[in-house]
C-alpha cells in the first residue's frame, strides 16, 4: 500500500482560470466572464495549443488523430500494456463557463503533474485526453471526435459536416492546425474514466461532496411543423380556424400529462424547448408552427414507449385542431450505462477519502458514454454552485468541490494503472 497522494488543488484551479481565458467575453448582465470556445474556431485553436503545451511540459507525448482528437501519454512501466485513459473536452456552447469538460482533462493533468511531483511511476501508461466538438454546438452532432474513435460515425462523414457558414470540420481542422495524422480509430484503452460538473442541481442540494456516474439517460429529438390556416384575428370566426399555434400547445401540454401519468417513470423528462409560430403576429390566427420535443428517461424501453404515446398524440392533435403535424427525429441514443466494476471504485476511494458521494443517471450527454462501447469505462461528477446551473457564464464549482473530484480521479486512475497485464494486452 502506497503513501495517499493529494493533487494541488489551487494549481488545478488556476489552471481552470487560465484555459477559462481563452475565448473569454463579459457577459453584459451579469458583468461575469464567460468562455466561447466553439469547435475548431480560433478561439478553439488557442484553447487547444494552450493545453497541448500544458501537456508537453509535464512531460506527456502529444499526438493528434484525424478528427483532432488530442492524446498525451505518459509512458508506463510496461509501455507495451494498454493506457488508462482521462479525458473530455475543451470545446464550449457560445455561453460557457469555465467547468465543463476542462475539469476532465486539465484534471487529468493534474493527476498527472501530481505523479511527477511524487516521482510516482505507473505499470500501465496515461493518457490524458481531449475530443473534438463534444458540444456539437457548431457542427450539429455531439460528441463527435469521441464518436469517431470509437466508430459509431465515420471519418469521412465527421469531415464532410458543415457550420451555418458552410465551412467544413476538416477544412476548418487544418486551419487551426489539429488536422492530425494518427488514424481516426482509437485502439481500445484499459479503461477510460471522466471527471465532470454534474450541471445540474442534484449533488448540492443533496449537500454530496461527488456523483458516482451510473450511466446517461436516453435522449429522443423531434422537430415539429405544423401546418394550419393563417387567419384574421377579427374576422376569422372560431369555429373555421385551423391554429397551428393552439395544436403546438395542446401538444406541450400533452407531455406534461405523460410525465403526470407515471407511464414512464419517475425519471422521465418532456421539454417543448422551441415554440415558434408564423407569422407571429399579434392579430394573425398562426398558419405555421415550428415546435420541438425533447424526451428523456433512463430506461430506454419507457423512453420508446413514450416516444410512441407523443406520436399517437400528434395525430390527435392534429385531427383536434384541423391541421397537419409531421415529426422529423432529430436525435436518439439510448441509455448508457457505465462500468459498475469502476463505479464501486470510484465510491471506494470516495469513502476513503471521506467525501460523501451517491449514484446519480447524467441528464446530459457526454465523451464517455462514446467510449463505453470501446473499454470499461465511468464518470465522477462534482457538484455546482447556483443550481449547478452550466452552459452560462455563472457556471461555478469551487477550487475544493474540483479538488474532491480529482483527487478521487487520482486514485481511481493510479489503482487502475498498476493493474497487471490480461490476454487483452497482447504485446
Ligand atoms: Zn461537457
Given at each position: 500500500?502506497?503513501?495517499?497522494?493529494?493533487?494541488?488543488?489551487?494549481?488545478?484551479?488556476?489552471?481552470?482560470?487560465?484555459?477559462?481565458?481563452?475565448?473569454?467575453?463579459?457577459?453584459?448582465?451579469?458583468?461575469?466572464?464567460?468562455?466561447?470556445?466553439?469547435?475548431?474556431?480560433?478561439?478553439?485553436?488557442?484553447?487547444?495549443?494552450?493545453?497541448?503545451?500544458?501537456?508537453?511540459?509535464?512531460?506527456l507525448t502529444v499526438r493528434v488523430d484525424r478528427i483532432g482528437n488530442v492524446f498525451g501519454r505518459r509512458a508506463g512501466l510496461d509501455d507495451r500494456l494498454r493506457p488508462v485513459m482521462l479525458g473530455s473536452h475543451i470545446d464550449s456552447v457560445a455561453?460557457?463557463?469555465?467547468?465543463?469538460?476542462?475539469?476532465?482533462?486539465?484534471?487529468?493533468?493534474?493527476?498527472?503533474?501530481?505523479?511527477?511531483?511524487?516521482?510516482?511511476?505507473?505499470?500501465?501508461?496515461?493518457?490524458?485526453?481531449?475530443?473534438?466538438?463534444?458540444?456539437?454546438?457548431?457542427?450539429?452532432?455531439?460528441?463527435?471526435?469521441?464518436?469517431?474513435?470509437?466508430?459509431?460515425?465515420?471519418?469521412?462523414?465527421?469531415?464532410?459536416?458543415?457550420?451555418?457558414?458552410?465551412?467544413?470540420?476538416?477544412?476548418?481542422?487544418?486551419?487551426?492546425?489539429f488536422l492530425g495524422d494518427d488514424p481516426p480509430r482509437l485502439p481500445a484503452p484499459f479503461a477510460y474514466l471522466e471527471c465532470h460538473v454534474e450541471q445540474g442541481p442534484v449533488l448540492r442540494a443533496a449537500g454530496l461532496d461527488l456523483g458516482v456516474v451510473a450511466g446517461v439517460q436516453g435522449i429522443?429529438?423531434?422537430?415539429?411543423?405544423?401546418?394550419?390556416?393563417?387567419?384574421?384575428?377579427?374576422?376569422?370566426?372560431?369555429?373555421?380556424?385551423?391554429?397551428?399555434?393552439?395544436?403546438?400547445?395542446?401538444?406541450?401540454?400533452?407531455?406534461?400529462?405523460?410525465?403526470?401519468?407515471?407511464?414512464?417513470?419517475?425519471?422521465?423528462?418532456?421539454?417543448?424547448?422551441?415554440?415558434?409560430?408564423?407569422?407571429?403576429?399579434?392579430?394573425?390566427?398562426?398558419?405555421?408552427?415550428?415546435?420541438?420535443?425533447?424526451?428523456?428517461?433512463?430506461?430506454?424501453?419507457?423512453?420508446?414507449?413514450?416516444?410512441?404515446?407523443?406520436?399517437?398524440?400528434?395525430?390527435?392533435?392534429?385531427?383536434?385542431?384541423?391541421?397537419?403535424?409531421?415529426?422529423?427525429?432529430?436525435?436518439?441514443?439510448?441509455?448508457?450505462?457505465?462500468?459498475?466494476?469502476?463505479?464501486?471504485?470510484?465510491?471506494?476511494?470516495?469513502?476513503?477519502?471521506?467525501?460523501?458521494?451517491?449514484?446519480?443517471?447524467?441528464?446530459?450527454?457526454?465523451?464517455?458514454?462514446?467510449?463505453?462501447?470501446?473499454?470499461?469505462?465511468?464518470?465522477?461528477?462534482?457538484?455546482?454552485?447556483?443550481?449547478?446551473?452550466?452552459?452560462?457564464?455563472?457556471?461555478?464549482?469551487?477550487?475544493?468541490?474540483?479538488?474532491?473530484?480529482?483527487?478521487?480521479?487520482?486514485?481511481?486512475?493510479?489503482?487502475?494503472?498498476?493493474?497487471?497485464?490480461?490476454?487483452?494486452?497482447?504485446?
Open positions: 500500500m502506497t503513501s495517499q497522494l493529494f493533487i494541488d488543488g489551487a494549481r488545478l484551479y488556476r489552471s481552470l482560470a487560465a484555459l477559462g481565458e481563452l475565448g473569454a467575453f463579459t457577459d453584459p448582465h451579469s458583468g461575469l466572464r464567460g468562455v466561447c470556445r466553439l469547435a475548431l474556431t480560433a478561439e478553439d485553436g488557442a484553447g487547444r495549443r494552450h493545453v497541448v503545451e500544458q501537456m508537453r511540459e509535464a512531460g455561453t460557457a463557463g469555465r467547468f465543463d469538460g476542462c475539469l476532465g482533462v486539465l484534471g487529468g493533468l493534474e493527476v498527472v503533474r501530481t505523479l511527477n511531483d511524487a516521482g510516482r511511476a505507473t505499470l500501465r501508461p496515461l493518457v490524458v485526453a481531449f475530443f473534438t466538438d463534444e458540444e456539437g454546438a457548431r457542427f450539429g452532432t455531439d460528441m463527435l471526435g469521441s464518436a469517431v474513435a470509437t466508430g459509431r460515425i465515420a471519418l469521412e462523414d465527421a469531415h464532410a459536416l458543415r457550420d451555418r457558414n458552410g465551412l467544413s470540420v476538416r477544412d476548418e481542422l487544418a486551419a487551426i492546425g429522443c429529438w423531434h422537430e415539429l411543423t405544423i401546418v394550419g390556416k393563417a387567419a384574421h384575428a377579427g374576422t376569422t370566426p372560431m369555429a373555421l380556424r385551423a391554429d397551428a399555434g393552439v395544436a403546438a400547445s395542446r401538444i406541450n401540454l400533452a407531455l406534461r400529462d405523460l410525465v403526470a401519468s407515471g407511464r414512464f417513470g419517475a425519471e422521465f423528462r418532456a421539454t417543448m424547448g422551441v415554440l415558434l409560430p408564423h407569422p407571429g403576429l399579434v392579430n394573425v390566427v398562426p398558419g405555421e408552427v415550428t415546435a420541438t420535443v425533447d424526451l428523456r428517461n433512463p430506461d430506454s424501453a419507457l423512453l420508446d414507449a413514450a416516444e410512441a404515446a407523443i406520436i399517437a398524440f400528434y395525430a390527435e392533435a392534429a385531427r383536434m385542431e384541423g391541421v397537419t403535424v409531421t415529426h422529423r427525429r432529430t436525435a436518439r441514443t439510448p441509455y448508457v450505462g457505465f462500468d459498475a466494476e469502476l463505479g464501486r471504485r470510484i465510491a471506494a476511494a470516495a469513502d476513503a477519502r471521506g467525501l460523501s458521494h451517491a449514484g446519480i443517471v447524467s441528464g446530459a450527454g457526454h465523451d464517455a458514454q462514446e467510449l463505453a462501447r470501446l473499454c470499461p469505462a465511468a464518470m465522477i461528477f462534482v457538484p455546482g454552485e447556483h443550481d449547478g446551473i452550466s452552459h452560462n457564464p455563472r457556471e461555478l464549482s469551487t477550487e475544493r468541490q474540483c479538488a474532491d473530484g480529482v483527487n478521487v480521479l487520482l486514485d481511481v486512475a493510479c489503482a487502475l494503472a498498476d493493474a497487471p497485464a490480461t490476454p487483452e494486452d497482447q504485446p
